[in-house]
């Protein structure tokens, strides 16, 4: 591939972990890599930009998405990557994006059984406004598409429309919106649209994903790993976490669990490091979790974690996009270069000081995930999970 020929393609996540698990969709192309924490440094091929956008206000979320787009080229490729369960600030975060081209939106991750069907939602066949995997959400799953975009104008295309359909659709200004029943439905919208000039992408990975399909492959092999003792950090409130610290206690994890009124407070980090000192530990939270607190609890999770491991090789893994993103700002991390994903979404990173970070997304993986991350720090061989989709609550 000469350098005129190489992509120039910057993704926009809204938390951490959505970040490296859209990043680790290029891990098998012909490019360079990279994921930057809050603003661009780099200049590879595929840049994924974190904006943290998940826990901020609707208004707060428009403003970082616009400010991420200033003296962007035209030439670059855009996707905005969201979550696949349409959690967080998608309808400000896209009316920001619609000042900047084109909106082409397809939501769909057909893999883990998320589809939309003539404007509707759905998780495994259920609408996803009854699927109760909102439950933690302090607002209620839309309906449709349209109800997630309140006051934004949306307009529902076909793919059987072609490109005189989609050109039609845009020219109205509203944002495009394709039903996504599998991954060849991904791969026919991001044709279809690459002949729309400016064209904004956004969607979940799976979107990404077949932007990814279009690219050179590479067959380059990740790098070997330098063991270290490592640490879980479980930032979910996900159900399936319990069931994954088990396994992972089970393997032979130390189990170190704070009171989230002892966190708050401020809570001494030496537990911790001596848990470490038997070669890998996780970390949870117990107690009552007031949502309106949980920046303030990510915030003293990852403080805890910077004082637990200052000044030693620990490999970390992260669960939650917030708390990762918290224990990176904690830790002074800016950039990442994704090198593995043990299964998906579960993106081995390494920092620019040589450390090993691992994060996943809190919903997904089986039982096996976190032992399988772990034993990949670890330097454990033959430990590559199973867990190829997200378990549901």
């Known amino acids: 591939m000469t350098d005129a020929q190489r992509p120039n393609i910057l993704i926009l996540a809204d938390d951490l972990s ?21 603003t661009r440094h780099g200049d590879s091929d595929v840049r994924v930009l974190d904006l943290g956008t998940r826990a901020m206000s609707g208004i707060e979320a428009a403003d970082r998405v616009r400010a991420s787009m200033r003296d962007i080229p035209p030439h670059v490729r855009v996707i905005k990557k969201i979550d696949s369960m349409l959690r967080g600030n998608i309808a400000a975060e896209v009316e920001s994006l619609l000042g900047t081209g084109p909106i082409v939106f397809a939501a769909g991750l ?34 449709s598409i349209a109800d997630l975009f309140g006051h934004v104008p949306t307009v529902a295309v076909e793919l059987e429309d072609g490109i005189d359909g989609l050109t039609a ?60 003792s490592t640490l879980v950090v479980v930032g979910t409130a996900e159900p399936v976490a319990a069931q994954q610290v088990l396994e992972l206690v089970r393997s032979g994890a130390t189990h170190i669990r704070i009171h989230i009124d002892h966190l708050l407070a401020g809570t001494d980090p030496t537990s911790v490091r001596n848990a470490l000192d038997g070669g890998h530990a996780v970390l949870t939270v117990t107690g009552p979790v007031d949502p309106a607190r949980s920046n303030e609890v990510a915030a003293a999770l990852a403080e805890l974690v910077a004082n637990a491991i200052e000044d030693r090789a620990v490999g970390l893994v992260l669960t939650g996009g917030e708390t ?46 976190l032992v399988a991350m772990t034993a990949y720090l670890r330097g454990v061989v033959n430990t590559h999970s199973f867990s190829h989709s997200e378990a549901l609550a």
């Open 110 to 143: 057909p893999a883990l059984g998320r589809t939309v069907e003539n404007g509707v939602p759905y998780i495994d066949g259920v609408p996803l406004h009854r699927s109760g995997r909102w439950a933690l959400e302090a607002t209620e799953a839309p309906a």
């Open 18 to 38: 959505g970040a490296a698990e859209t990043a680790a969709l290029f891990l098998d192309r012909d490019v360079t890599l990279g994921i930057d924490i809050g």
């Open 169 to 228: 659709a845009v020219d109205s200004g509203a944002v495009v919106v394709f039903d996504v029943r599998s991954e060849e439905d991904l791969d026919a919208i991001v044709e279809l649209s690459s002949q729309i000039p400016g064209v904004r992408l956004v969607g979940t990975s799976a979107l990404a994903a077949a932007v990814a399909r279009t690219l050179p492959p590479s067959a380059l092999d990740a790098p070997p790993i330098e063991p270290a």
């Open 324 to 369: 990762a993103r918290r224990v990176l700002d904690a830790l002074g991390v800016s950039t990442l270069r994704p090198i593995a994903e043990i299964h998906h979404g579960a993106v081995v990173s390494r920092t620019a000081t040589g450390g090993y970070i691992a994060t996943r997304p809190g919903s997904f993986g089986g039982p096996d995930s």
